[in-house]
């Protein structure tokens, strides 16, 4: 079974999404949901959903540690065409996951009690993001 899930953003931050997976999977039975990002300057999390200073503090962290291509660290980037958020957008996707593995039980996801899916958008201006999902059952 495979479908997509799309988002809207609308600047970097943490997006929660875990109820459109839940939905398409209720009633499927037991296997393996495999959630894949497609695009590059963005990621998927597996995050608290119960304090949204946690969604804070990530993003000031990561906005912290790649900073925008215009600050003096970071003008040895090349990829700059796309203004000073872009390069470094790629740079946290490739820190980060842009693909998950979620056991699925009883058509239900296997995550804890306080655990979301999360799109983190690390681009400042408007996407449309597409997640690509396949469940594949046991």
């Known amino acids: 079974m495979q479908t997509s899930f ?8 943490l997006y929660e999404f875990t109820v459109q997976p839940r939905r ?22 597996i995050q608290e959903n119960a304090d949204l200073d946690v969604q804070r503090d990530l993003q000031a962290y990561f906005s912290r540690l790649v900073p925008p291509a215009d600050t003096p660290q970071m003008r040895y980037l090349h990829h700059v065409t796309e203004g000073p958020g872009d390069m470094p957008a790629h740079i946290k996707a490739a820190m980060l996951p842009v693909s998950l593995s979620i056991p ?9 009690t306080w655990q979301g899916i999360y799109l983190f958008e690390h681009r400042t201006a408007p996407h449309q993001r597409e997640i690509g999902a396949h469940f594949r059952a046991d």
């Open 104 to 112: 699925v039980m009883e058509g239900r996801m296997r995550l804890g």
């Open 24 to 45: 398409w999977l209720a009633g499927q039975g037991d296997g393996l949901l495999t959630l894949m990002l497609r695009h590059t300057s963005a990621s998927l999390l």
């Open 6 to 13: 799309i988002l809207s953003t609308c600047g970097p931050g």
